[in-house]
Protein backbone atom coordinates (compact mmCIF):
# COMPACT_ATOMS: atom_id res chain seq x y z
CA UNK A 1 0.00 0.00 0.00
CA UNK A 2 1.13 3.64 -0.45
CA UNK A 3 0.50 5.96 2.07
CA UNK A 4 -0.07 5.47 5.50
CA UNK A 5 -3.22 4.23 7.04
CA UNK A 6 -6.07 2.23 6.15
CA UNK A 7 -7.03 2.20 1.89
CA UNK A 8 -9.10 4.95 0.76
CA UNK A 9 -9.29 2.22 -2.38
CA UNK A 10 -8.87 -1.02 -3.49
CA UNK A 11 -8.03 -1.60 -6.72
CA UNK A 12 -9.30 -5.16 -8.41
CA UNK A 13 -6.84 -5.49 -10.98
CA UNK A 14 -3.73 -6.97 -12.37
CA UNK A 15 -0.07 -6.04 -13.46
CA UNK A 16 -0.18 -7.47 -16.77
CA UNK A 17 -3.72 -5.42 -17.47
CA UNK A 18 -3.76 -2.44 -19.83
CA UNK A 19 -6.65 -0.73 -18.56
CA UNK A 20 -5.32 -1.33 -14.81
CA UNK A 21 -2.24 0.70 -15.22
CA UNK A 22 -4.41 3.65 -16.12
CA UNK A 23 -6.03 3.56 -12.93
CA UNK A 24 -3.07 2.46 -10.87
CA UNK A 25 -0.79 5.69 -12.52
CA UNK A 26 -2.92 8.12 -11.20
CA UNK A 27 -2.91 6.47 -7.70
CA UNK A 28 0.80 6.37 -7.63
CA UNK A 29 1.68 9.89 -8.33
CA UNK A 30 -1.29 10.95 -6.51
CA UNK A 31 0.25 9.27 -3.81
CA UNK A 32 -3.03 7.66 -2.60
CA UNK A 33 -3.47 5.43 -0.25
CA UNK A 34 -4.79 2.25 -1.90
CA UNK A 35 -4.07 -1.17 -2.00
CA UNK A 36 -4.37 -3.91 -5.44
CA UNK A 37 -5.77 -7.42 -5.21
CA UNK A 38 -6.07 -9.98 -8.03
CA UNK A 39 -9.67 -10.67 -8.89
CA UNK A 40 -9.39 -14.25 -7.79
CA UNK A 41 -10.09 -12.19 -4.01
CA UNK A 42 -12.47 -13.93 -2.84
CA UNK A 43 -14.17 -10.56 -2.24
CA UNK A 44 -14.23 -10.02 -6.40
CA UNK A 45 -16.31 -13.11 -6.95
CA UNK A 46 -19.02 -12.63 -4.15
CA UNK A 47 -19.17 -8.61 -3.79
CA UNK A 48 -17.16 -7.09 -6.62
CA UNK A 49 -18.39 -8.70 -9.53
CA UNK A 50 -22.27 -8.58 -8.55
CA UNK A 51 -21.76 -5.42 -7.65
CA UNK A 52 -20.70 -4.14 -11.31
CA UNK A 53 -21.86 -6.86 -13.55
CA UNK A 54 -19.43 -7.31 -15.07
CA UNK A 55 -16.21 -9.57 -15.66
CA UNK A 56 -13.68 -6.90 -16.26
CA UNK A 57 -10.77 -5.09 -14.31
CA UNK A 58 -9.72 -2.81 -13.10
CA UNK A 59 -12.37 -2.43 -10.52
CA UNK A 60 -12.19 0.20 -7.75
CA UNK A 61 -14.27 -0.06 -4.42
CA UNK A 62 -13.96 3.42 -2.28
CA UNK A 63 -13.57 3.37 1.52
CA UNK A 64 -16.99 4.84 1.47
CA UNK A 65 -18.54 1.96 -0.24
CA UNK A 66 -18.50 3.20 -4.13
CA UNK A 67 -17.58 0.53 -6.64
CA UNK A 68 -17.04 1.40 -10.12
CA UNK A 69 -15.85 -0.66 -13.22
CA UNK A 70 -14.44 1.20 -16.51
CA UNK A 71 -10.83 3.18 -15.71
CA UNK A 72 -12.41 6.15 -17.52
CA UNK A 73 -15.44 6.30 -14.59
CA UNK A 74 -12.72 5.38 -12.15
CA UNK A 75 -10.44 8.29 -13.17
CA UNK A 76 -13.47 10.40 -13.18
CA UNK A 77 -14.21 9.48 -9.74
CA UNK A 78 -10.63 9.89 -8.52
CA UNK A 79 -10.37 12.89 -10.17
CA UNK A 80 -13.43 14.28 -8.01
CA UNK A 81 -12.19 12.89 -4.75
CA UNK A 82 -8.52 14.53 -5.44
CA UNK A 83 -8.85 17.45 -7.61
CA UNK A 84 -5.56 18.47 -8.95
CA UNK A 85 -4.54 22.45 -8.80
CA UNK A 86 -2.22 21.85 -11.84
CA UNK A 87 -4.84 19.82 -14.33
CA UNK A 88 -7.67 22.38 -12.97
CA UNK A 89 -6.41 25.25 -14.63
CA UNK A 90 -5.53 23.79 -18.35
CA UNK A 91 -6.30 25.71 -20.83
CA UNK A 92 -8.39 24.61 -23.77
CA UNK A 93 -5.96 23.12 -25.97
CA UNK A 94 -4.38 21.68 -22.74
CA UNK A 95 -7.65 20.14 -21.68
CA UNK A 96 -8.51 18.92 -25.27
CA UNK A 97 -5.17 17.18 -25.84
CA UNK A 98 -6.06 15.27 -22.59
CA UNK A 99 -9.19 14.00 -23.78
CA UNK A 100 -7.84 13.03 -27.35
CA UNK A 101 -5.14 11.10 -24.77
CA UNK A 102 -7.41 9.11 -23.11
CA UNK A 103 -9.10 8.44 -26.58
CA UNK A 104 -5.71 7.46 -28.07
CA UNK A 105 -4.98 5.58 -25.12
CA UNK A 106 -7.89 3.47 -24.69
CA UNK A 107 -7.50 2.08 -28.82
CA UNK A 108 -5.31 4.50 -30.69
CA UNK A 109 -2.09 2.75 -29.91
CA UNK A 110 -3.08 -1.17 -29.41
CA UNK A 111 -2.35 -2.83 -32.37
CA UNK A 112 1.30 -2.35 -31.39
CA UNK A 113 -0.03 -3.20 -28.10
CA UNK A 114 -1.42 -6.17 -28.81
CA UNK A 115 0.88 -7.33 -31.72
CA UNK A 116 4.04 -6.77 -29.47
CA UNK A 117 2.56 -8.98 -26.43
CA UNK A 118 1.16 -12.23 -28.87
CA UNK A 119 2.76 -12.09 -32.28
CA UNK A 120 6.27 -12.94 -29.75
CA UNK A 121 5.25 -16.07 -27.84
CA UNK A 122 8.74 -17.02 -27.56
CA UNK A 123 9.51 -13.71 -25.48
CA UNK A 124 6.49 -13.53 -23.97
CA UNK A 125 4.57 -16.36 -23.17
CA UNK A 126 6.06 -17.59 -19.92
CA UNK A 127 6.02 -14.75 -18.58
CA UNK A 128 2.29 -14.04 -19.60
CA UNK A 129 0.90 -17.35 -19.05
CA UNK A 130 2.57 -16.91 -15.70
CA UNK A 131 1.23 -13.43 -14.86
CA UNK A 132 -2.07 -14.13 -15.71
CA UNK A 133 -2.26 -17.41 -14.27
CA UNK A 134 -1.06 -16.23 -11.19
CA UNK A 135 -3.71 -13.25 -11.54
CA UNK A 136 -6.29 -16.30 -10.97
CA UNK A 137 -4.80 -18.43 -8.33
CA UNK A 138 -2.18 -17.46 -5.86
CA UNK A 139 0.09 -19.46 -4.40
CA UNK A 140 -1.10 -22.88 -6.13
CA UNK A 141 1.15 -25.63 -7.97
CA UNK A 142 3.27 -24.55 -11.16
CA UNK A 143 0.91 -26.60 -13.21
CA UNK A 144 -2.38 -24.65 -12.26
CA UNK A 145 -1.15 -21.34 -12.87
CA UNK A 146 0.07 -22.21 -16.56
CA UNK A 147 -3.19 -24.39 -17.24
CA UNK A 148 -4.75 -21.01 -15.88
CA UNK A 149 -2.93 -18.74 -17.50
CA UNK A 150 -3.20 -20.75 -21.29
CA UNK A 151 -6.82 -20.48 -21.20
CA UNK A 152 -6.36 -16.30 -20.33
CA UNK A 153 -4.13 -16.31 -22.98
CA UNK A 154 -5.82 -18.04 -26.20
CA UNK A 155 -8.74 -15.82 -25.33
CA UNK A 156 -6.83 -12.65 -25.35
CA UNK A 157 -4.91 -13.32 -28.54
CA UNK A 158 -8.04 -13.92 -29.93
CA UNK A 159 -9.00 -10.17 -30.07
CA UNK A 160 -5.94 -9.68 -32.56
CA UNK A 161 -8.35 -10.26 -35.91
CA UNK A 162 -10.83 -7.57 -34.16
CA UNK A 163 -8.26 -5.20 -34.61
CA UNK A 164 -6.96 -6.02 -38.04
CA UNK A 165 -3.08 -7.58 -36.66
CA UNK A 166 -2.22 -9.84 -39.68
CA UNK A 167 0.67 -11.20 -41.67
CA UNK A 168 -0.44 -8.63 -44.05
CA UNK A 169 -0.97 -5.70 -41.79
CA UNK A 170 2.06 -6.15 -39.19
CA UNK A 171 5.27 -4.86 -41.10
CA UNK A 172 3.20 -1.27 -41.40
CA UNK A 173 2.68 -1.44 -37.50
CA UNK A 174 5.97 -2.08 -36.56
CA UNK A 175 7.18 1.19 -38.71
CA UNK A 176 4.29 2.83 -37.18
CA UNK A 177 5.50 2.01 -33.84
CA UNK A 178 8.99 2.34 -34.43
CA UNK A 179 7.89 5.96 -35.52
CA UNK A 180 5.66 6.49 -32.46
CA UNK A 181 8.63 5.55 -29.77
CA UNK A 182 10.86 7.96 -31.72
CA UNK A 183 8.61 11.05 -31.75
CA UNK A 184 7.85 9.95 -27.95
CA UNK A 185 11.55 9.70 -26.76
CA UNK A 186 12.15 13.41 -28.51
CA UNK A 187 9.00 14.34 -26.46
CA UNK A 188 10.47 12.78 -23.23
CA UNK A 189 14.15 14.53 -23.80
CA UNK A 190 12.24 18.16 -23.36
CA UNK A 191 9.52 17.66 -20.82
CA UNK A 192 9.39 15.39 -18.12
CA UNK A 193 5.33 14.77 -18.74
CA UNK A 194 3.16 14.29 -21.53
CA UNK A 195 1.71 17.99 -21.24
CA UNK A 196 5.03 19.27 -19.95
CA UNK A 197 6.16 19.77 -16.81
CA UNK A 198 3.76 18.27 -14.88
CA UNK A 199 2.14 15.21 -14.93
CA UNK A 200 -1.96 14.32 -15.61
CA UNK A 201 -4.90 12.43 -17.07
CA UNK A 202 -3.20 12.24 -20.18
CA UNK A 203 -0.24 10.60 -18.42
CA UNK A 204 -2.34 8.33 -16.43
CA UNK A 205 -4.02 7.10 -19.71
CA UNK A 206 -1.15 6.61 -22.23
CA UNK A 207 -0.02 4.38 -19.25
CA UNK A 208 -2.19 1.65 -20.39
CA UNK A 209 -0.93 0.88 -23.61
CA UNK A 210 2.55 2.33 -23.07
CA UNK A 211 3.32 0.66 -19.77
CA UNK A 212 0.20 -2.23 -18.99
CA UNK A 213 1.62 -3.63 -22.61
CA UNK A 214 4.39 -2.11 -24.52
CA UNK A 215 6.75 -1.11 -21.38
CA UNK A 216 6.47 -4.74 -19.15
CA UNK A 217 6.21 -7.62 -21.59
CA UNK A 218 9.77 -9.05 -22.64
CA UNK A 219 9.78 -8.06 -26.19
CA UNK A 220 8.17 -4.83 -26.56
CA UNK A 221 9.81 -3.04 -22.82
CA UNK A 222 13.35 -4.43 -24.43
CA UNK A 223 12.75 -2.54 -27.52
CA UNK A 224 11.61 0.51 -25.39
CA UNK A 225 14.60 0.07 -23.08
CA UNK A 226 16.78 -0.05 -26.81
CA UNK A 227 15.32 2.43 -28.94
CA UNK A 228 13.35 4.91 -26.51
CA UNK A 229 14.96 5.38 -23.21
CA UNK A 230 13.42 8.12 -22.85
CA UNK A 231 9.96 6.40 -22.78
CA UNK A 232 10.90 3.96 -20.36
CA UNK A 233 12.36 6.40 -18.35
CA UNK A 234 8.69 8.16 -18.59
CA UNK A 235 6.82 4.94 -17.37
CA UNK A 236 9.46 5.06 -14.07
CA UNK A 237 8.39 8.20 -13.84
CA UNK A 238 5.06 7.71 -13.49
CA UNK A 239 5.71 4.25 -11.26
CA UNK A 240 7.18 6.76 -8.91
CA UNK A 241 10.67 4.53 -8.94
CA UNK A 242 12.14 8.22 -8.25
CA UNK A 243 10.26 10.75 -6.79
CA UNK A 244 12.38 13.49 -8.87
CA UNK A 245 12.73 14.02 -12.21
CA UNK A 246 16.61 13.97 -12.62
CA UNK A 247 16.64 14.57 -15.50
CA UNK A 248 15.12 17.95 -15.28
CA UNK A 249 15.88 18.62 -11.92
CA UNK A 250 14.89 22.52 -11.96
CA UNK A 251 11.76 22.34 -13.66
CA UNK A 252 8.68 23.58 -11.71
CA UNK A 253 5.93 21.31 -11.41
CA UNK A 254 3.45 23.33 -14.00
CA UNK A 255 1.50 23.23 -17.19
CA UNK A 256 3.54 25.09 -20.12
CA UNK A 257 1.91 29.17 -19.41
CA UNK A 258 -0.44 30.72 -22.05
CA UNK A 259 -1.83 27.29 -22.71
CA UNK A 260 1.06 25.84 -24.86
CA UNK A 261 1.59 22.35 -26.40
CA UNK A 262 4.89 21.51 -26.63
CA UNK A 263 5.68 21.03 -30.40
CA UNK A 264 7.28 17.53 -29.42
CA UNK A 265 3.71 16.39 -28.33
CA UNK A 266 1.90 18.18 -31.77
CA UNK A 267 4.13 16.11 -34.04
CA UNK A 268 3.13 12.76 -32.18
CA UNK A 269 -0.75 13.76 -32.10
CA UNK A 270 0.05 14.25 -35.63
CA UNK A 271 1.41 11.11 -36.01
CA UNK A 272 -1.18 8.78 -34.36
CA UNK A 273 -4.21 10.47 -35.93
CA UNK A 274 -3.13 10.11 -39.09
CA UNK A 275 -3.43 6.56 -38.68
CA UNK A 276 -6.35 6.61 -36.03
CA UNK A 277 -8.93 9.66 -37.53
CA UNK A 278 -10.27 7.37 -39.86
CA UNK A 279 -10.91 4.76 -37.59
CA UNK A 280 -13.16 6.92 -35.01
CA UNK A 281 -15.20 8.67 -38.39
CA UNK A 282 -15.95 5.07 -39.99
CA UNK A 283 -16.87 4.01 -36.56
CA UNK A 284 -19.47 6.68 -35.13
CA UNK A 285 -20.72 5.78 -39.04
CA UNK A 286 -21.38 2.38 -38.13
CA UNK A 287 -22.59 3.46 -34.72
CA UNK A 288 -25.21 6.13 -36.60
CA UNK A 289 -26.25 3.20 -39.31
CA UNK A 290 -26.79 0.81 -36.39
CA UNK A 291 -28.90 3.40 -34.33
CA UNK A 292 -31.06 3.89 -37.49
CA UNK A 293 -31.45 0.60 -37.71
CA UNK A 294 -32.81 0.20 -34.03
CA UNK A 295 -35.40 3.05 -33.71
CA UNK A 296 -37.35 1.51 -30.96
CA UNK A 297 -34.08 1.39 -28.53
CA UNK A 298 -35.37 2.64 -25.23
CA UNK A 299 -33.41 5.10 -23.13
CA UNK A 300 -30.68 2.89 -21.20
CA UNK A 301 -31.19 -0.20 -23.89
CA UNK A 302 -28.03 -2.17 -25.02
CA UNK A 303 -26.40 -1.27 -28.30
CA UNK A 304 -26.00 -5.17 -28.48
CA UNK A 305 -28.63 -6.90 -28.42
CA UNK A 306 -26.81 -10.26 -27.03
CA UNK A 307 -25.58 -7.80 -24.74
CA UNK A 308 -22.00 -7.76 -25.24
CA UNK A 309 -20.19 -5.35 -23.07
CA UNK A 310 -18.57 -3.93 -25.69
CA UNK A 311 -19.72 -4.79 -28.68
CA UNK A 312 -17.82 -4.68 -31.73
CA UNK A 313 -20.50 -2.42 -34.49
CA UNK A 314 -19.62 -4.07 -37.81
CA UNK A 315 -16.33 -4.26 -40.33
CA UNK A 316 -14.55 -1.57 -41.53
CA UNK A 317 -11.30 -0.95 -43.88
CA UNK A 318 -9.43 1.66 -42.43
CA UNK A 319 -6.33 3.37 -44.01
CA UNK A 320 -3.21 2.56 -41.28
CA UNK A 321 -0.71 4.86 -42.70
CA UNK A 322 -1.06 3.76 -46.18
CA UNK A 323 -2.08 0.39 -45.47
CA UNK A 324 -5.33 -0.84 -46.30
CA UNK A 325 -6.46 -2.51 -42.59
CA UNK A 326 -9.51 -4.84 -42.04
CA UNK A 327 -10.98 -5.04 -38.84
CA UNK A 328 -14.15 -3.99 -36.67
CA UNK A 329 -15.57 -0.64 -35.49
CA UNK A 330 -15.33 -0.51 -31.66
CA UNK A 331 -18.00 1.09 -29.49
CA UNK A 332 -16.54 1.37 -26.58
CA UNK A 333 -13.81 4.25 -27.66
CA UNK A 334 -16.76 6.21 -29.60
CA UNK A 335 -17.99 6.47 -25.65
CA UNK A 336 -15.01 7.98 -24.60
CA UNK A 337 -15.00 9.75 -27.76
CA UNK A 338 -17.99 11.45 -27.18
CA UNK A 339 -16.39 12.94 -23.99
CA UNK A 340 -13.97 15.22 -26.04
CA UNK A 341 -17.17 15.99 -28.51
CA UNK A 342 -19.15 17.12 -25.48
CA UNK A 343 -16.29 19.03 -23.71
CA UNK A 344 -15.60 21.27 -27.22
CA UNK A 345 -19.74 21.53 -27.09
CA UNK A 346 -19.14 23.20 -23.90
CA UNK A 347 -17.10 25.85 -25.19
CA UNK A 348 -18.37 29.17 -26.83
CA UNK A 349 -16.90 31.65 -28.72
CA UNK A 350 -12.98 32.14 -29.12
CA UNK A 351 -12.22 29.76 -26.89
CA UNK A 352 -14.27 26.71 -29.11
CA UNK A 353 -12.55 28.21 -31.74
CA UNK A 354 -9.17 27.97 -30.30
CA UNK A 355 -9.79 24.30 -29.34
CA UNK A 356 -11.02 23.41 -32.72
CA UNK A 357 -8.41 25.21 -34.43
CA UNK A 358 -5.64 22.85 -32.54
CA UNK A 359 -7.62 20.12 -33.68
CA UNK A 360 -7.20 20.94 -37.20
CA UNK A 361 -3.86 21.19 -36.26
CA UNK A 362 -3.14 17.61 -34.98
CA UNK A 363 -5.23 16.08 -37.76
CA UNK A 364 -8.48 15.84 -35.38
CA UNK A 365 -10.99 18.61 -36.65
CA UNK A 366 -12.94 15.28 -38.90
CA UNK A 367 -13.22 12.92 -35.83
CA UNK A 368 -14.33 16.69 -33.70
CA UNK A 369 -17.00 17.73 -36.46
CA UNK A 370 -18.35 13.80 -35.66
CA UNK A 371 -22.13 13.54 -34.48
CA UNK A 372 -23.68 10.43 -32.83
CA UNK A 373 -27.39 10.12 -33.64
CA UNK A 374 -28.24 8.89 -29.80
CA UNK A 375 -25.73 9.81 -26.86
CA UNK A 376 -24.15 6.65 -25.67
CA UNK A 377 -23.78 5.73 -22.17
CA UNK A 378 -23.12 3.04 -20.11
CA UNK A 379 -25.87 0.83 -18.23
CA UNK A 380 -25.59 -2.29 -16.13
CA UNK A 381 -21.29 -2.45 -17.18
CA UNK A 382 -22.63 -2.11 -20.68
CA UNK A 383 -22.39 -0.08 -23.79
CA UNK A 384 -26.51 1.65 -24.22
CA UNK A 385 -27.76 4.73 -25.38
CA UNK A 386 -29.27 7.58 -23.45
N1 LIG B 1 -13.22 -0.22 -20.96
C1 LIG B 1 -12.73 -1.00 -19.88
C2 LIG B 1 -11.88 -2.13 -20.41
C3 LIG B 1 -11.44 -3.06 -19.35
C4 LIG B 1 -10.86 -4.33 -19.92
O1 LIG B 1 -11.16 -4.77 -21.04
N2 LIG B 1 -10.02 -4.96 -19.10
C5 LIG B 1 -9.41 -6.19 -19.52
C6 LIG B 1 -8.10 -6.40 -18.80
S1 LIG B 1 -6.92 -5.17 -19.29
C7 LIG B 1 -10.35 -7.32 -19.16
O2 LIG B 1 -10.89 -7.37 -18.07
N3 LIG B 1 -10.57 -8.19 -20.10
C8 LIG B 1 -11.42 -9.32 -19.94
C9 LIG B 1 -11.97 -9.76 -21.28
O3 LIG B 1 -11.56 -9.21 -22.32
O4 LIG B 1 -12.79 -10.67 -21.26
C10 LIG B 1 -11.94 -0.12 -18.93
O5 LIG B 1 -11.37 0.87 -19.41
O6 LIG B 1 -11.94 -0.41 -17.73
Known sequence: MSGSGSPEVVLYGAPASLYTAKVRAFLRVRRVAYVERFPSHPRYREVIKPAVESHRIPVAEFADGAILQDSTEILDELERRYPDPVTASMGPRQALATHLLEVVGDRGVSKPAMHFRWSFLKENEDFLVGEFGRSLRFPAPAEEIARLGRRVASKMSGYLPMLGIEPRTIPAIERVYGETLALLDD???????????????????????????????????????????????????????????????????????????????????????????????????????????????????????????????????????????????????????????????????????????????IGAGEVLALRFARRLTRSHGRLAVA
Open 187 to 361: HFAHHPYFLGGAPSRADYAMMGPLYGHLGRDPKPLHLMQRTAPLVYRWTERINGAEVETPEFPDRRRALPEGDEIPPTLVAFLRHVFRGYAEELVLSAGRLNALLAASPGLPPGGFLSPEGADQPVLGAIVVDYHGVAVEQQALGHALWILQRALDYVAGLEGEVRATALAFADE
